[in-house]
């Protein structure tokens, strides 16, 4: 199970392109709200949630994804439980996701240091020890993947497909979309 956490201001393509590809590969993907079941976007787009973030545990899961966008990052990080998921994944080795400013929560609470990592341009700093790389629109370290923006949402998604499933479930919904 992948668990995509959703608070108010989320960046809607960060949130829904990766589940989308997620789904597309066949891999369970719940979007889960921290909050009320419908979630408004940074955009104005309400989403309907799978669950609750009091919901949700690690049982199950393979992988969390935290999208950006800066309202919906604010919230997440003033969120505890989100940094209790996010620590207690990465101990349990499962894989942790983050594009556009999310990374910068794992800056924050000490998780990149010497890992690469992109985020958003202009947060480079709030990266807290990371080695970032601008240079790629995704970055894979370990168990955590990062990703810049909007605009790589569909890399950052074909990215958690390929570290669930391998890359010729990848390539197959790349093939799928015509990507």
């Known amino acids: 199970m992948v668990y995509v956490l959703l608070a108010p201001g989320f960046e809607e393509a960060e949130a829904l392109v990766p589940a989308d590809m997620l789904r ?3 891999i369970e993907t719940a979007l889960v709200s921290i ?4 979630v408004m976007g940074s955009h104005g787009i309400s989403v309907a949630a799978d669950e609750t973030l009091d919901r949700v545990g690690l049982s199950n899961a393979e992988m969390l994804v935290l999208p950006g966008g ?6 997440l990080g003033g969120e505890p439980r989100v940094e209790q998921l ?8 499962l894989w942790v996701a983050a ?14 240091k010497g890992k690469e990592a992109v985020c958003y341009p202009g947060m ?17 370290d370990g168990r955590i993947i990062t990703g810049r923006a909007a605009g790589s949402a ?26």
């Open 70 to 75: 800066g309202t919906g990052v604010k919230n």
């Open 154 to 179: 569909f890399e950052f998604g074909l990215s958690l497909v390929e570290a669930l499933a391998g890359k010729e479930a990848a390539d197959k919904v790349c093939t799928a979309i015509h990507f």
């Open 124 to 140: 480079e700093d709030q990266l807290a020890g990371a080695q970032v790389r601008m240079d790629r629109k995704v970055v894979q």
């Open 24 to 26: 597309r590969a066949g």
């Open 86 to 93: 996010v620590r207690e994944a990465l101990e349990r080795g």
């Open 99 to 112: 594009i556009c400013a999310a990374p910068t929560l794992l800056g924050r609470w000490g998780l990149l």
């Open 35 to 38: 909050g009320d079941q419908a």
